[in-house]
């Protein structure tokens, strides 16, 4: 009993020599700990009480800090490193709620040069860590900027406010004296390139901009109802017709644009009426014997080689010559990667504002975002940052978080990179194996495919024997196949 009144009386003046600091430690704005020699907790301010709210400082204080790990209310302390290596030592835990907590403890000595108490220090870094991704944002949103006024460039308006790329630019200065005239225009480009996007930006920034505008997908529209759709009916003109009639897009669309998505898949019987159209601004519904005039404007985009397509007499050469008036070809995405990053922070901003959430994504994953081939183009990348927002639990994106796909799809060899059941030397013979193969395979010689490498001819034939690559030559095919040297190996 005496000794643990001397024990009590002890603690209690080791608690009273720290009391009356205790409200300046408690308007730290960091958490606080303190522990003695043994791992004894001596103080625990309010700041640290609010990180880690399974903490309540008058129920630890007293206990050994190894006690209050075991029960699971913090992680692994450091206080008993500290005490054995008699130096400072700092670490980042993943706390309650997802925060990130920067610990450092430090030794306080006494005369003698041994521990006498551990202080610990705990900053909560989630919001710094935000801060630096945004930063990081900004930096290169300014770099780009600087390099926009040295070449004197301009942002024609919001419109454009995506586009960094010199090519897209050049693509809306087109557009942009395109929208001053009304001649037919016709976007070339891959699906999810924005063709849509910008055949309404044309639009826009036209005399026609307070005029419809009506976009049709050609090829959502069944072969038997495109002409009815786009020239509209009479009444009666057909089983199941409406009694009144029907006006068709392009009536619709008078005084403004008619956008024809997909023009490719116009079948050949509509091309003719189009055709007409074109030349003469007049239509006939189905099943009406007088022309109409209509003052709508055309524009038509398409995926497809309509030039090849007039060869192969799929497509109306004389449209294809009337719709191709003013051409505007859209670069994929991965041909202008400069807009990736403008483009995963646009979408980013307009999802995280859509679905009422704070994400933000950590510069190892912007990374792979940023080399990701896209080969679904923008409609691809809008998708993948709207996953992203929904289906991340933290807030921040990390590496983890994206698909597959994009961790493999920026490198050359992605199944040898992401199989995990493959070690670091293995992997690296079987490229070392692949780049060989594809040397002589495309070259025809040994001696040019060592040149291609960079490697001299004789490494070239030990390590053709090396990998056995007789049997692989003869799997792959190629140019090889023709030469004797083969029976030499």
């Known amino acids: 009993m ?18 009356h600091i205790a409200d300046i430690l408690n308007a730290s704005y960091d958490g606080i700990w303190i522990a003695d020699k043994n791992g004894i907790v001596l103080f625990v301010n309010k700041a640290a009480e609010i990180l880690n709210p399974l903490i309540k400082a008058n129920s630890v204080i007293g206990k050994n800090i190894e006690e209050v790990f075991q029960q699971g ?14 130096r400072q030592i700092t670490k980042i835990h993943e706390a309650v709620g997802g925060k990130r907590l920067l610990i450092t403890s430090n030794p306080v000595f006494d005369d003698q040069q041994e521990v006498s108490f551990v202080v610990s220090n705990m900053r909560d870094i989630s919001e710094l860590d935000r801060l630096r991704v945004e930063l990081e944002q900004i930096r290169a949103l300014n770099k780009y900027l600087a390099n926009l006024n040295k070449i004197g460039q301009k942002i024609p308006d919001p419109f454009a406010e995506l586009f960094r790329s010199t ?17 037919t225009i016709l976007i070339l480009g891959e699906s999810g390139v924005g063709k849509g996007f910008l055949a309404k ?19 959502a529209m069944p072969d038997q109802l ?30 403004g644009t008619l956008f024809l998505d997909e023009l490719g898949d116009l079948p050949l019987s509509t091309q003719v009426k189009l055709l007409r159209f074109l030349e003469d601004t007049e239509i006939v519904p189905v099943g009406g014997t007088s022309f109409r005039k209509v003052d709508t ?3 038509a985009a398409t995926h497809r080689n309509l030039e090849e397509m007039t060869k192969k007499g799929i497509f109306r050469e004389d449209l294809y010559f009337r719709v191709n008036v003013i051409s505007i070809p859209i670069p994929s995405l991965r041909d202008r990667v400069d ?18 959430r704070e994400r933000f994504i950590q510069p190892r994953a912007m990374d792979h975002l940023q080399r990701y081939p896209y080969p679904g183009n923008v409609r691809e990348l809008s998708n993948l940052i709207e996953q992203l927002v929904v289906l991340t639990s933290k807030r921040e994106i990390e590496i983890e978080d994206l698909p597959e796909k994009v961790l493999c799809g920026a490198t050359e060899w992605p199944e040898l990179i992401c199989n995990k059941q493959i070690g670091l030397r293995q992997a ?38 090396r990998y056995d690559l007789r049997s692989e030559l003869k799997v792959h095919g190629g140019a090889l196949l023709q030469h004797n040297f083969l029976k030499k190996i």
Do not use: W
């Open 2 to 19: 005496k000794k643990n009144n001397a024990i009590s009386q002890k603690m209690k003046a080791k608690y009273e020599a720290i009391e």
């Open 201 to 219: 930006y044309i639009h826009l920034n036209s005399a026609r901009r307070g005029g419809p505008f009506i976009r049709v997908n050609c090829a």
């Open 339 to 356: 807009d990736i990053p403008f483009f995963i922070h646009y979408y980013l901003n307009f999802f995280c504002k859509k679905y009422k």
């Open 167 to 183: 090519a897209m630019h050049k693509v809306y200065e087109t557009a942009l004296k395109a929208a001053e005239v009304d001649s």
């Open 73 to 86: 209310l913090i992680s692994k302390p450091l206080t008993p490193e500290v005490i054995r290596m008699k």
């Open 297 to 299: 404007r055309i524009i």
């Open 428 to 465: 690296v013979m079987e490229l070392e194996k692949r780049l060989i193969t594809k040397a002589l395979s495309s070259s025809g010689s040994q001696r040019q495919a060592a040149k291609a490498l960079g490697i001299d001819q004789a490494t070239v034939i030990r390590k053709m024997r």
């Open 226 to 255: 495109v002409e009815s759709e786009l020239f509209g009916y009479e009444a009666g003109a057909f089983t199941g017709a409406r009694v009144a009639g029907k006006l068709g897009h392009l009536e619709k669309a008078e005084g």
